[in-house]
């Protein structure tokens, strides 16, 4: 029995197959299918007109067709016109090339054209068979994204025929009128087939109002579904945690220090938000050594004071670690009973854990994701903290929450979210921020250095560290790579100990026993390491006042956020901190940008929006596993007046026109950005 075909026209299983690994599955995937770039063949250029590095297309005939061996295998082709002639060459070929490429043959040839050793050539160029009867295209000829065996013409034929019904627009021709848009079809239609007339430059801009009204359309959906879900969790009902002042004014009395202002103002609207009864979903960003974890202790024993649990998850045991050895001796001077979770623990240390969670005998359970993938249950969970948030995918957030009858949610970031993205991949959460310093914080000094000036740092490494200082030496990774050639851990402790004899060395990455790595740790705090060789491990939590020089290895190979993060370890005490990024060359374009950015700014929230230039919001979202489409269209940076102006669209038309609101959604997010009526 035949399967119905989910495309309106007959397609082989064969191309069904390829076109489903473009994520092509019915005809509405194809209709918004776009061309990454148009090609003009509108014209012919006579070959004595050519001029090397001008991309054209030329109509000739085949004079002569050999395959060469030397210096390697190819076909050429030698084509002539009324006026020249042109060397063609193809370095991949099949046999049946070179049958069709018969003398007397016509065809036109369509690329770019260089200087070749016995006159000009075109390599690789597209062809097809041409006659002085062949019309020429009315249009631009699109290109597509595609695949592995799904040529061009195959995909256009494809989009074609896709496009042969007629494409509803969700909103009315008013709103259209008054936003200064052009209708979806309109759109649509011109960016697959643009007339002859439409300006290159501005369509590959995206500056063109067809790609205006897509990226509207995606940026409106995307910002009614968020709303939509901020509503529906504001409906939602749980229990509130009013502040008792008991807990957290002990607690804050108790503080060696006062809370800055910034943190003071984020912790009145956590607290303000725990007190409603709706879950709270707010986020709290703060950069490097904000003071984002006082705050968020002051959430928990919130929680606890009315008689709740709650939860704090980091994504690596040593910030999960950290956090709880921080922590809870500082709480359980005030009655606070505290758990720790891991997946290496010993399975009886484990049990008993969850067992007292279970009870409730432990009021703040501190832990990594074996808090949410293990079968124990919370007694009374009523606060989930999640630590750098982006390290966490959605599903795993929600494991969490099954912990719990709709718990409160207090996510935390030290990469701070750009505003663009905060108004749009996290338009559904509250965000709390932490703009300023604590007192006392050192200035960072960032160096750039060639690893050719390596003994010149390993002389500063010695000096600090001889001078009661201490140093973290950062490598990216533990084994050995041959495809990145990257100085391993292992390799970098041993060579270092043998360079600077001494000095009291230590090691730590994330493939220690946890016993070992807490050892390696506690000897570094407590200054009995001089010098710590790390993984990257080391990137978020470690406090150590007294480390003040940085050394990170490969540092062309890290994000912006990363080199920020790690760079935070440092400058937490009253010694002049330096970071020296140690740099392989030649630099590629986007390793040099990066760099330029780092040592020219220590502002997270700047770093930040670079970051979101050069990588886009999949890092900053965790996208691998986040659930969230990525938008197709929009771009956050160039479009950030239209997602403005999406955003009050979306509430006008929550508010007055639901039903538009849900016919626009369910046609953009419904079924991967399916067309309605498909």
């Given at each position: 029995?035949?399967?119905?075909?989910?495309?309106?026209?007959?397609?082989?299983?064969?191309?069904?197959?390829?076109?489903?690994?473009?994520?092509?599955?019915?005809?509405?995937?194809?209709?918004?299918?776009?061309?990454?770039?148009?090609?003009?063949?509108?014209?012919?250029?006579?070959?004595?007109?050519?001029?090397?590095?001008?991309?054209?297309?030329?109509?000739?005939?085949?004079?002569?067709?050999?395959?060469?061996?030397?210096?390697?295998?190819m076909l050429t082709v030698t084509v002539e016109d009324a006026g020249g002639v042109l060397g063609i060459r193809f370095l991949n070929f099949y046999p049946s090339h070179l049958k069709l490429f018969q003398p007397g043959e016509s065809f036109r040839f369509n690329g770019e054209v260089r200087g070749g050793f016995l006159g000009l050539e075109m390599v690789h160029p597209r062809f097809a068979k041409a006659g002085d009867d062949t019309p020429l295209p009315a249009q631009l000829t699109p290109v597509y994204p595609t695949?592995?065996?799904?040529?061009?013409?195959?995909?256009?034929?494809?989009?074609?025929?896709?496009?042969?019904?007629?494409?509803?627009?969700?909103?009315?021709?008013?709103?259209?009128?008054?936003?200064?848009?052009?209708?979806?079809?309109?759109?649509?239609?011109?960016?697959?087939?643009?007339?002859?007339?439409?300006?290159?430059?501005?369509?590959?801009?995206?500056?063109?109002?067809?790609?205006?009204?897509?990226?509207?359309?995606?940026?409106?959906?995307?910002?009614?579904?968020?709303?939509?879900?901020?509503?529906?969790?504001?409906?939602?009902?749980?229990?509130?945690?009013?502040?008792?002042?008991?807990?957290?004014?002990?607690?804050?009395?108790?503080?060696?220090?006062?809370?800055?202002?910034?943190?003071?103002?984020?912790?009145?609207?956590?607290?303000?938000?725990?007190?409603?009864?709706?879950?709270?979903?707010?986020?709290?960003?703060?950069?490097?050594?904000?003071?984002?974890?006082?705050?968020?202790?002051?959430?928990?024993?919130?929680?606890?004071?009315?008689?709740?649990?709650?939860?704090?998850?980091?994504?690596?045991?040593?910030?999960?670690?950290?956090?709880?050895?921080?922590?809870?001796?500082?709480?359980?001077?005030?009655?606070?009973?505290?758990?720790?979770?891991?997946?290496?623990?010993?399975?009886?240390?484990?049990?008993?854990?969850?067992?007292?969670?279970?009870?409730?005998?432990?009021?703040?359970?501190?832990?990594?994701?074996?808090?949410?993938?293990?079968?124990?249950?919370?007694?009374?969970l009523g606060l989930a903290v999640v630590d750098e948030q982006h390290r966490f995918g959605v599903g795993q957030r929600l494991a969490l929450m099954q912990k719990g009858s709709e718990p409160h949610q207090l996510m935390m970031s030290a990469t701070p979210i750009p505003r663009t993205l905060a108004m749009s991949f996290f338009a559904d959460l509250d965000v709390s921020t932490i703009d300023e310093l604590p007192p006392g914080r050192t200035p960072i000094v960032t160096k750039l250095v060639s690893s050719a000036r390596?003994?010149?740092?390993?002389?500063?490494?010695?000096?600090?560290?001889?001078?009661?200082?201490?140093?973290?030496?950062?490598?990216?990774?533990?084994?050995?790579?041959?495809?990145?050639?990257?100085?391993?851990?292992?390799?970098?402790?041993?060579?270092?100990?043998?360079?600077?004899?001494?000095?009291?060395?230590?090691?730590?990455?994330?493939?220690?026993?946890?016993?070992?790595?807490?050892?390696?740790?506690?000897?570094?705090?407590?200054?009995?390491?001089?010098?710590?060789?790390?993984?990257?491990?080391?990137?978020?939590?470690?406090?150590?006042?007294?480390?003040?020089?940085?050394?990170?290895?490969?540092?062309?190979?890290?994000?912006?956020?990363?080199?920020?993060?790690?760079?935070?370890?440092?400058?937490?005490?009253?010694?002049?901190?330096?970071?020296?990024?140690?740099?392989?060359?030649?630099?590629?374009?986007?390793?040099?940008?990066?760099?330029?950015?780092?040592?020219?700014?220590?502002?997270?929230?700047?770093?930040?929006?670079?970051?979101?230039?050069?990588?886009?919001?999949?890092?900053?979202?965790?996208?691998?596993?986040?659930?969230?489409?990525?938008?197709?269209?929009?771009?956050?940076?160039?479009?950030?007046?239209?997602?403005?102006?999406?955003?009050?669209?979306?509430?006008?038309?929550?508010?007055?026109?639901?039903?538009?609101?849900?016919?626009?959604?369910?046609?953009?997010?419904?079924?991967?950005?399916?067309?309605?009526?498909?």
């Amino acid at each position: 029995m035949k399967t119905a075909s989910p495309f309106s026209f007959p397609v082989s299983p064969a191309l069904a197959a390829k076109l489903a690994k473009l994520g092509l599955t019915r005809d509405a995937d194809l209709v918004l299918h776009l061309p990454l770039r148009w090609e003009d063949e509108t014209r012919l250029t006579p070959i004595r007109d050519l001029l090397p590095g001008q991309t054209a297309q030329v109509q000739a005939v085949v004079t002569d067709a050999s395959v060469a061996y030397r210096p390697r295998r190819m076909l050429t082709v030698t084509v002539e016109d009324a006026g020249g002639v042109l060397g063609i060459r193809f370095l991949n070929f099949y046999p049946s090339h070179l049958k069709l490429f018969q003398p007397g043959e016509s065809f036109r040839f369509n690329g770019e054209v260089r200087g070749g050793f016995l006159g000009l050539e075109m390599v690789h160029p597209r062809f097809a068979k041409a006659g002085d009867d062949t019309p020429l295209p009315a249009q631009l000829t699109p290109v597509y994204p595609t695949t592995a065996g799904l040529g061009q013409a195959t995909l256009r034929r494809a989009v074609e025929r896709a496009l042969v019904a007629p494409i509803p627009d969700t909103l009315p021709a008013e709103w259209l009128a008054e936003l200064g848009l052009p209708e979806l079809e309109t759109s649509i239609r011109l960016l697959h087939q643009p007339p002859l007339d439409c300006a290159l430059a501005e369509l590959e801009s995206r500056r063109h109002p067809a790609w205006q009204r897509l990226a509207f359309d995606e940026l409106l959906a995307q910002q009614l579904s968020l709303a939509t879900a901020r509503r529906q969790r504001r409906s939602r009902p749980t229990l509130p945690l009013p502040p008792r002042q008991q807990l957290t004014a002990a607690f804050t009395k108790a503080l060696p220090f006062e809370l800055t202002a910034a943190q003071a103002r984020a912790w009145q609207e956590i607290s303000a938000d725990l007190a409603q009864p709706h879950p709270m979903r707010r986020l709290l960003q703060g950069d490097v050594g904000s003071g984002k974890t006082v705050v968020a202790a002051l959430a928990c024993l919130q929680a606890i004071e009315n008689g709740f649990q709650a939860a704090f998850m980091a994504p690596t045991e040593i910030l999960a670690e950290q956090h709880y050895r921080k922590l809870a001796p500082m709480l359980s001077g005030l009655g606070v009973r505290c758990a720790w979770v891991s997946g290496s623990q010993r399975k009886a240390e484990r049990t008993a854990a969850w067992q007292a969670i279970a009870a409730g005998e432990a009021d703040l359970a501190f832990g990594t994701h074996a808090l949410f993938q293990e079968a124990g249950s919370f007694q009374r969970l009523g606060l989930a903290v999640v630590d750098e948030q982006h390290r966490f995918g959605v599903g795993q957030r929600l494991a969490l929450m099954q912990k719990g009858s709709e718990p409160h949610q207090l996510m935390m970031s030290a990469t701070p979210i750009p505003r663009t993205l905060a108004m749009s991949f996290f338009a559904d959460l509250d965000v709390s921020t932490i703009d300023e310093l604590p007192p006392g914080r050192t200035p960072i000094v960032t160096k750039l250095v060639s690893s050719a000036r390596r003994d010149d740092v390993l002389a500063r490494v010695r000096e600090a560290c001889l001078e009661g200082g201490q140093t973290y030496w950062v490598c990216p990774l533990i084994e050995e790579s041959e495809k990145l050639q990257l100085q391993t851990a292992e390799d970098t402790h041993a060579a270092l100990t043998a360079q600077l004899p001494e000095l009291n060395i230590g090691l730590v990455h994330g493939r220690l026993k946890p016993a070992d790595k807490q050892a390696v740790m506690g000897a570094f705090q407590s200054g009995a390491i001089h010098l710590l060789v790390a993984t990257t491990v080391i990137e978020v939590g470690v406090d150590v006042p007294n480390a003040a020089l940085m050394v990170i290895e490969h540092a062309e190979r890290m994000g912006l956020a990363q080199l920020h993060q790690l760079r935070g370890r440092v400058g937490r005490g009253s010694r002049e901190s330096v970071c020296v990024l140690l740099y392989e060359t030649p630099l590629s374009e986007l390793a040099r940008a990066r760099l330029k950015v780092i040592f020219e700014s220590t502002d997270g929230f700047e770093i930040a929006r670079q970051d979101l230039l050069l990588r886009g919001p999949g890092e900053l979202l965790g996208h691998r596993q986040s659930g969230l489409p990525m938008l197709l269209f929009a771009d956050l940076e160039r479009d950030v007046e239209l997602l403005e102006t999406a955003r009050d669209w979306a509430q006008r038309c929550l508010a007055h026109h639901p039903e538009i609101a849900a016919r626009h959604v369910e046609r953009w997010l419904g079924s991967r950005q399916a067309l309605a009526g498909s």
